[in-house]
Every structure is written in C-alpha cells, then in structure tokens.
C-alpha cells in the first residue's frame, strides 16, 4: 500500500522526466502527458478509497522514522485535493493540446505542467514544514516558466509583479521556518502539533512568539492563496498567459495555499484561537468584498475572472476562520458548526477548482473564435455556440452559488454555520458577495452571449473562422466534462457533504493524524509530548 | 576569447578535469564529494571549451542534448529510488548487491545510492551548462 501515497509524487516526476527525453517530439509529449494524468486520477482515486476505507495514511521515505526522516501523510482532505487535481489536469492536457501553440508545446510545456501537478501533489501530501517548502518551490519553478513561456510583452509585465510577490513570501516561509526549527527542535507536522501542546503547558511565556510566527505563516501562505490584502499578484498576472495555464493556474496554485493554511491552523497553531483565527476570519471578510467590487470594475473576460478569485478565496477562508468560536463557547452545537464550517471550506476548494478554471476554458474557446477578451467586441455566442453559452450558464451560476449547482451547496453549509455559531456580520458578507457575483457573471453573459454578432468582429471572415474552428472539440469537450462534473457534484451533495464532515473531523482532531505517523523510538522530542500528557 | 594559452591548456586540463569530477562522484559514497560537487566540476570542463573555443564546440565535444541528459539524470535518479519500492521497502530505501572482487577480502558493494549519485551528477552537469551557454550565446 506505501506506493499509492509515494505514487501522486513519483507518476509526475518520471513522466516529466520522459518527457524530457521526447524533448524533440512535443506531439509523442503530448500522449505522454495525457496518459499520465489519467494515471495520475487512478492513483488519486486508489489514495482516497484507501484513506477512506483505512483512515489516516502515512509513509516514512527511505524507513527512517519520524521526526528525523521524510513523511508523507495522507488524510481525506489531502486525498481529495491529489484527485480533484488530477481530475482537472487531466482536462486541462486535453485542451492543451488545441489551446498552447506549437512554439510553447516545443519549449516544453507539458513537462511543466507535470512538474506543476508534482508541486502540488507534494504539497498536499507532505509531513514535514521543510519540505512543504520545497514542493512550493518546485511548484512556484514551475509557474513561474508556465506564466513566461512565449515572451509576450503582458506575460513579462504579469510575471514580474507575480515573482517579486511570490519571492517575497518564500523568504518569509523560510524565515519563519527557521524560527520554528529553533523554538521546537522539530518540523514534523505530527511532532510540531505534540510540541506545541507541550509549549503551552511547560513554557506559557513562549506562546506570544508562536502567535507571531502563527502570522509569518499567514503572510507566506496569504500570498500564495491571494489572502486580502496580499493578493495583487493575482490579478495582475492570471490573464496574461494562455487560457489553459490560466485555468491550472486559477485550479491549483491559490488552492494550495489554502491548504496549507487550513493544515497549519487546525494542526499546529490552535494554542491561541482567539486571537489568529479571528483575523483569518477578519481578511476573509475582507477579501471577499474586496475582490468581488474589483471584478464588477474589469472589462475583460479572463480579468473579471481572475479579480474573482480574491473574493472566492475570502469564502475557504471563512470556514477556517469560524474556528475562532471555539475560544469563546465549547458547547456541543459549537463544535458540531465549526466542524460544519470546515467542511465548507473543504467543499468550497474543491468545487472552486472546478468552476473557476471552467470558466477561464470557455474564456479560451470565446477569444479564440472572437479574437479578443474585451466584453465590448464581443458577442452573440448564444446563437452561434449555444452548447459553450449552457456550458458557460451552468458554470457561472454555479459560482454565483444558485441552487442546484455546487457553488449553492458550498456557500448554504458556510453561511449555516456562521448563522449557528452566531457570526451574522461575515455570514451577511457572504451573502451580499453572492448577489455581487451573480452581477459579474451577468456582465459577462449579457456581452459576450446575449448580444447580437459586433460588426467588425472576425467571426464573419471564413478564413479565420477555418483556423479557429479546427481542433476546437479538444477545447470543448474538457469544458463539456467538467460541466458534468459541477452539475453532478450538486446532485451528489449530501454524500459529499458527509466525506466532508469526515475530513473536517479529521482535521479538528488531529489525533488520528499524530498516530498515524511512525516516530522513530529515540526521538529527543517525542518524549516531551508524553512528558505533557502525563 | 581566442587565446592560443588557453585553447592548448584546455586539451590536457580537460581530461583531468572531467577524470577528478568522476573521482569526486565516486568518492562521494561514502566521504566527501558526491554528485553534485562532480557535476559542477564537469561542467567546468565543458565550460572551459565553450570559453577556450565555442559554445558549438563545447556542445559537439558533450554529444548529447542538454535537455535529454538532464531528463535521463533525472529519471535514473527517481528509478533509483523506485528499487527500494519494488522491494517492498519505502521510497529511496537503499538496495545493493555485492560482488566478490578476486584478490580482495570485501566484496564490491553495488548500491543503488551509486545510481541515485550518478543522475545527480548528469542533472547538475547539464543544467550548469544550459545556464553557461545561454550567458556565452548572448
């Protein structure tokens, strides 16, 4: 059973690697890539029914045990995200394939893109602080050459602001992990989380020291998941490559930083939830206002999209914030919303990498037909594509968060449990920012689909409407599928839901992921934790 | 730089350079050195051509193209590791196979750390060189 955790990690790394060896057949890279994301769904799916059936996984690379060697844990949240990544990757290779240019395909895109999934992959499935830094770096390499790859003037200027920002939070997380080094003597998730207990009850006079690095960790992770107010590397820099990598991108690069949010404030800092927990609670607020106004002010597709983000992320960060009630009740209805509102963090990343990257493909398909991403030059998809226009439909309002789609479910479990635990100003936030959203998806269907064909637009010169017609179906059909998804995904919402609750669960009691790790007998640190329980 | 000093240098530091790079690589096993201190060193010695002759030089002198030697580096890295997983030990779990060498009482330990060693070498030799000759080309 070790492989399948070591396998989300391996499958991208060895495909890159062959990959690299076709350097000079990027149609063999392509097949290549494809068959390896959808090896990589299977593995995601093997991991999630293994950790679902069997509980929390864990692997030491190479046998040394933990807090010295390596570790790889798996719980449901982590195995959901590997296979919604997958899922997605999957859709976007195959879209890939008609979207990315032959002289992008031939500087080695597809390689990218697994060394992208390799990143992330690591990131969701890794023990130990320092290499959750290193699978952000290889996961930052990665982007950094996708966001660049074909020179344009716009991706320069977008790559720019997005590696300054993205540089800037690394040597915080670096910074920050040093400190932590130094203050524990251990960067073992597991260990870390025993540790901190121990400081709380051996050493109060240290703890003013973990809130602050609790909020190094904010900063670093803020910026990678676009946190108001660290966000402006997002909109600056999502629009300017092609749609495709805009869409792994949107998917999967905030996400993690998400993730890793979620991790480090349910596993590690919960010694001060009073105080950390509600200026998560407070930015998310924030950010979802913010980034739904900035997107009412954008005038073209992918950056309306893109300003979105900021607001959609302000939502994962609410349920997470919500943890901060638990410094003031600890009643069983309390307990039950705050698991409630983790599950619609959970539910929200998932349906958010879905939705988000679906709307930038059929941004993809609408500049390819129209020319162009201004809203003003486009126009009269409805009656020219009405399949892409339903596509488009169901996604957006997906998004918006109407009910059935999966946006509805997401927002209804977060808004429940802030009205249970009593939170109505965020819940009332949330609310108004749904209704904003609906505005901005409106914008775009009310220019781009239900207007009639602009004059001077391409659509009416044959010529290039035989360019852009051909291949188009390997754009569509990923679109179309994703669809599916999102729509299934609000039929299936009380099963999902339940897994949810599960990983919330999980998450809220970090005891079966402690266990679940193998220490090494002689560990210095070890001891310390079972000094604090006796 | 066409310095006739050079150019002559080169043709007898070459081959100790690129033999010492080799010696650190195995050495690194077990003391200091390894694959990472090699590649940079055999690099220098590629490099000393490109500077010496031409980056073309350099790169008819390597044969192999940079992008391929850095994805085999690469991948006899990984698969290194995979031997361990085969095994059904964890990932990068080192495995060797002993041969008995006539005239000598240890045996020769193949291990595949060496393997693991040697795509390090080949990774930090071909990416040194990537970033060297797009600096000389400029």
Redesign the interface.
Known sequence: MNWLIISPILLPLVLACIMLLLWRHPVWQRWTALGGMVALVGCGAGLFGVVYVHGVQSEQLAGYGAPFGITFVADLFSSIMVLASAILGTAVTVYSMTNIENRRESFGYYPLLHLLLLGVCGAFLTGDVFNLFVFFEIMLMASFVLLTLGGERGQMEGAIKYVTLNLISSAIFLAAVGILYGMTGTLNMADLSNQVVWIAENRPEELPLLTILAMMFLIAFGVKAAMFPLFFWLPASYHTPPPAVSAIFAALLTKVGVYSMARFFTLIFTHDVGTTHMIILVLAGFGMICGVLGAAAQNEFRRILAFHSVSQIGYMLMGIGLIVMLAHRDDEIAHHAVQMGLAGTIIFVVHHLFVKPNLFLVSGVVERIGGTGELKKLGGFYKTEPLLAIMFLISALSLAGIPPLSGFWAKYILVLAGLQLEQYFIVFIALLTGLLTLYSMVKIWAAAFWTDVPDDSPVHNAAHMAHAKHGIRRMIYPIAVIAVIIVLFGVFAGPIFDVAMEAAAQMLDPSAYIEAVQFEEFSPTLGRGEEADS | MSSLILRTAIRYLFPIIVLFSIFLLLRGHDEPGGGFIGGLLGATAFALFAIGYSVETSRRMLRF?L??L???G??MA??SG?V??ILG??????AWIEIPIPGRPEPFKLATYLFFDIGVYLVVLSITLMIVYALAEE
């Open positions: 193209e992008h391929q850095m994805g085999f690469l991948l990984t698969l995979v361990g997983l030990e964890p990932f990068l779990s080192s």
